[in-house]
């Protein structure tokens, strides 16, 4: 066992945990089993951001996770964190699809003091260029948007991220930035959900948004996943903070598409013997189903459940009409189909409070006498009232 402090829970919930770098978060399950620090030599190293890779510590230093070190940069050398070691970088590098035969660059050193003042001093110039490099693609005329600049550890690199809709081509772009900030300049394009991963924010479900602190793949997300769960097609409602159709319709859509197989089809009508039903809507969660006699508007709607529905539709099958789409003794519940009614101005008026009687005393007798002086029998030497 290793010299981590365990809290009271035999140390694999805090010797598996490292970084906290949000959706780069790596549990390191196998962190307690016997020689598995030993297993390889391979290490994973996080950088800014969503960066990290996979260095080859052919040196055998002696390495943890959250050690800074000095990693092969090209050119010179960049500085990350270490959050893995052991078995499980190889099972991450095979999820990464790093080829065998791919050059694996390696770790230098464990920083020193040198390198984190250059580290710092790198750092503080990303915003300042950011900022200057925007201008100068405007002023370029280039439809794109630089949204991030990451230095290396020595400063002699620059990455900048950026998003385009189509094609740029931005290559007086980089001429001018190497000529201005005097680095070795690489463009790194991102998507739109990229981006808002990495500027971060707060989702109409009033958590953090689901891209800055656990999704780690993208899935296209079609308006389809909307019609599943019957969604409004509003886009306002749909699209995300970065302008897309929101991650998260995804989630449960196959729920719905598994559930939608045990729903009648929206085609067929349910006869009665006295009018025609038409599909009007559905809840797949309740597994109810509203039923019109008009194909085009609500109008006597009856809601039922799926069991009675297939009732219905095999009885029909069968040259059978029920007298009504309820089952026997159940009560049809008065819904307004008036539309005006939706739109009325007093809807939200509440109702006029009756007054209130007052309360009787707690002393106070019964009947009609009630407020009145109750009479007393006469004294002795007194005159009868």
């Keep these: 066992m290793s010299d981590y402090k365990t809290n009271g829970c035999d140390g694999i919930c805090c010797q598996g945990c490292g970084r906290q770098d949000k959706q780069l978060n790596v549990f390191d399950w196998l962190v307690d089993v016997p020689g598995n620090i030993d297993a390889t030599d391979y290490v994973e190293v996080q950088f800014k951001n969503t960066r990290k890779g996979y260095y080859l510590n052919s040196n055998k230093i002696p390495l943890q996770k959250d050690d800074i070190v000095a990693v092969e940069a090209s050119p010179g050398h960049d500085i990350g964190t ?12 095979k999820k990464a699809r790093l080829k065998s035969d791919a050059e694996v660059r390696r770790v230098y050193r464990k920083v020193r003091e040198a390198d984190m003042e250059k580290y710092y001093e790198a750092k503080a110039k990303e915003q300042d260029t950011m900022i200057r490099s925007r201008q100068i693609a405007k002023d370029l005329g280039l439809n794109m948007k630089i949204g991030d600049v990451e230095y290396q550890g020595d400063g002699n690199k620059a990455i900048f991220y950026y998003i385009a809709d189509g094609r740029v081509d931005f290559r007086q772009l980089i001429k001018v930035l190497a000529d201005v900030f005097r680095v070795r ?7 739109a959900r990229q981006e808002a991963g990495r500027i971060g924010g707060i989702g109409p ?4 948004l689901c891209c800055a602190t656990w999704l780690t793949s993208f899935t296209s997300v079609s308006t389809s996943a909307a019609r599943f769960q019957d969604i409004s097609m509003n886009p306002q409602k749909l699209a995300g903070q970065c302008a897309k159709l929101k991650c998260c319709m995804n989630y449960e859509v196959d729920t719905y598409v ?38 085009s508007f609500a109008a006597n709607l009856v809601t039922i459940s799926t069991r009675r529905a ?16 309820l089952e026997d003794g159940a009560n049809i519940e008065p819904q307004s189909t008036d539309l005006l009614d939706q739109d009325s101005v007093s809807r939200f008026d509440s109702a006029k409070k009756k007054k209130k009687k007052k309360k009787k005393p707690a002393n106070a007798p019964a009947g009609n006498n009630a407020n009145k002086e109750q009479k007393r029998p006469p004294k002795k030497n007194e005159a009868p009232q």
């Design 82 to 93: 270490v959050t893995l070691t052991g078995s499980l970088v190889l099972l991450q590098m």
């Design 205 to 208: 479900c009033g958590r953090e």
């Design 185 to 191: 300049i690489e463009m790194k394009q991102i998507g």
């Design 310 to 325: 297939f009732d219905v539709i095999n009885m029909n099958k069968k040259g059978m009409k029920p007298e009504s789409l």
């Design 258 to 295: 598994e559930a939608t197989k045990r729903f009648p089809a929206r085609d067929i009508t349910l006869e009665t013997q006295d009018s025609t039903y038409y599909f009007f809507k559905s809840d797949i969660l309740k597994k109810e189903i509203s039923y019109s006699t008009d194909k």
